[in-house]
T-cell receptor, first 114, second 110 residues
Framework: SAVISQKPSRDICQRGTSLTIQCQVD?????MFWYRQQPGQSLTLIAT?????????ESGFVIDKFPISRPNLTFSTLTVSNMSPEDSSIYLC???????????FGEGSRLTVL | GDSVTQMEGPVTLSEEAFLTINCTYT??????LFWYVQYPGEGLQLLLK?????DKGSNKGFEATYRKETTSFHLEKGSVQVSDSAVYFC?????????FGAGTILRVKS
């Protein structure tokens, strides 16, 4: 199994600023992902965080807006850049232990952009 | 593309009532299917899964059967408890990615 910790758990941000969310896993994992859950909506995959290389983004998400780092097997960051109120969401980090293994989730980071 | 449709909530039940949360999917090929649960203030947790047609996933009294003919994976529980109050997400997996339904809020009254 894997325990995933995210920081911050919540934040209130001003329009035009950027915020970096950190994700720490308590064990080495093969794959890490970032999801967004907008108010009243489902989870949408933003990108797959690749260790030591550029993240793989899903349609509708771009690196300039959501830069992602993954310097090692247990840690990743997601930055939400130049925020607008439409970016107000819960951002979730997830990780998979082994190929085809269970996907574990962090508790999420709730961002409110004013 | 692949998608998951869940019944809208919130679903409000009395304790010991029977629960069904409908889930249907659209996919190319034969995806694995999952139910995740999110208790208040906690992260998503895997509740159960099924990887092929006619498989039944079960956990904590919840069950769901992978029905290829109806492309469904309905969640059921015979007798709900107040502690089952949570948001339930149906999901399918293709490759290493999960596609989630919109989630269904379940509220159980004592």
């Amino acid at each position: 199994s894997a325990v995933i910790s995210q920081k911050p758990s919540r934040d209130i941000c001003q329009r035009g600023t950027s915020l970096t969310i950190q994700c720490q896993v308590d064990s080495q994992v093969t794959m890490m992902f970032w999801y967004r859950q907008q108010p009243g909506q489902s989870l949408t995959l933003i990108a797959t965080a690749n260790q030591g290389s550029e993240a793989t983004y899903e349609s509708g998400f771009v690196i300039d807006k959501f830069p992602i780092s993954r310097p090692n097997l247990t840690f990743s960051t997601l930055t939400v850049s130049n925020m607008s109120p439409e970016d107000s969401s819960i951002y979730l980090c997830s990780a998979r232990v082994g190929y085809g293994g269970e996907l574990f989730f962090g508790e999420g980071s709730r961002l409110t952009v004013l | 593309g692949d998608s998951v449709t869940q019944m809208e909530g919130p679903v409000t039940l009395s304790e010991e009532a029977f629960l069904t949360i409908n889930c249907t999917y659209t996919a190319t090929g034969y995806p694995s299917l999952f139910w995740y649960v999110q208790y208040p203030g906690e992260g998503l947790q895997l509740l159960l899964k099924a990887t092929k047609a006619d498989d039944k996933g079960s956990n904590k009294g919840f069950e769901a059967t992978y029905r290829k003919e109806t492309t469904s994976f309905h969640l059921e529980k015979g007798s709900v408890q107040v502690s089952d109050s949570a948001v339930y997400f149906c999901a399918l997996e293709y490759g290493n990615k999960l596609v989630f339904g919109a989630g269904t809020i379940l509220r159980v009254k004592s």
